[in-house]
């Protein structure tokens, strides 16, 4: 599809999605939500997409919500009226996007440069991978403005990603983090030079490549239900399950013959 806010270039089995809005730091507004709702929806059943590359054009990831554009912002005279069902309704609508986002069964990954902040935030911490460039700049910007720091999953996702006193500390202050510090508490995988981010996102498409198409989609979808398991049994029933799937398939006769001969394996997907 033809996007408005967004610029899709595909690569084979690989999405590279820009947020494409450089002007506006690439904030989200009701058309790019709309878009991006649109796009991580159709993922679902999109079997020709098995990697996601997430970025922002020009100086910055996403700067979060623009609150000059946004129909829903709730910070000027009259934001409201429309009542809690039509608040509700506005909240809901980007909040989605990052439940698309963990649903789909494409790997994302998010290459993170200048400001990422407020839903920009959000959008990283949801993804699967995160690579920062050195200028990145991230925090969960909605407690500055008048708003709770729990928002668009950001209370769900950063506490599992970095530990709770270290996302309580920038939930509660609203305070900056950068690439050097994201990287020593794992909230990202590396920090490059920021025109270097889509060459290190290389290796990782590579290796994911290398694996069987549902191999890597149910490893997305096991660890999403791993990470809330009630318990250690119920993160193995899961995983056998997987394990016998996959088992059924000729991809898995194909890696293990591959492994035996000492070569590259050719899925299928079959």
Not at 97 to 104: G, L, T
Not at 183 to 192: A, D, M, P, Q
Not at 219 to 224: D, G
């Amino acid at each position: 599809m033809a996007y408005e806010t967004l610029s899709i270039r595909k690569d084979g089995p690989v999405d590279w999605l820009t947020l494409n809005r450089p002007e506006a730091l690439n904030s989200i507004n009701p058309k790019m939500t709309e878009e991006l709702q649109d796009y991580f929806g159709r993922l679902y059943t999109d079997h020709s997409v098995r990697i996601v590359v997430m970025k922002g054009a020009g100086r910055a990831y996403c700067a979060g919500l623009d609150l000059k554009a946004s129909a829903i912002s709730r910070t000027e005279p009259g934001a409201n009226s429309g009542g809690v069902v039509a608040g509700l309704r506005g909240q809901r609508a980007i909040s989605e996007i990052v439940m698309r986002m963990r649903r789909c069964p494409q790997a994302i990954i998010s290459l993170v440069h200048g400001p990422a902040c407020g839903g920009g935030f959000a959008f990283a911490l949801a993804s699967d991978i995160r690579i920062a460039g050195e200028s990145a700049r991230m925090n969960a910007a909605f407690i500055r403005i008048g708003l709770s720091a729990c928002d668009i999953g950001v209370s769900y996702f950063l506490p599992r990603l970095v530990g709770v006193s270290v996302a309580s500390e920038l939930m509660m202050t609203g305070r900056f983090i950068n690439a050097a510090r994201a990287e020593r508490v794992g909230l990202v995988s590396e920090v490059v030079p920021d025109d270097e981010l889509e060459e290190a996102a290389r290796p990782y498409i590579e290796e994911m490549l290398a694996t069987s198409p549902i191999g890597l989609r149910l490893t997305k979808e096991c660890l999403n239900m791993s990470v809330d398991a009630g318990s250690l049994e119920a993160a193995i029933a899961m995983e056998d399950r997987n394990q016998i799937l996959c088992a059924q398939t000729n991809d898995m006769k194909e890696g293990i013959a591959a492994f035996l001969q000492k070569r590259k394996p050719e899925f299928t997907n079959s």
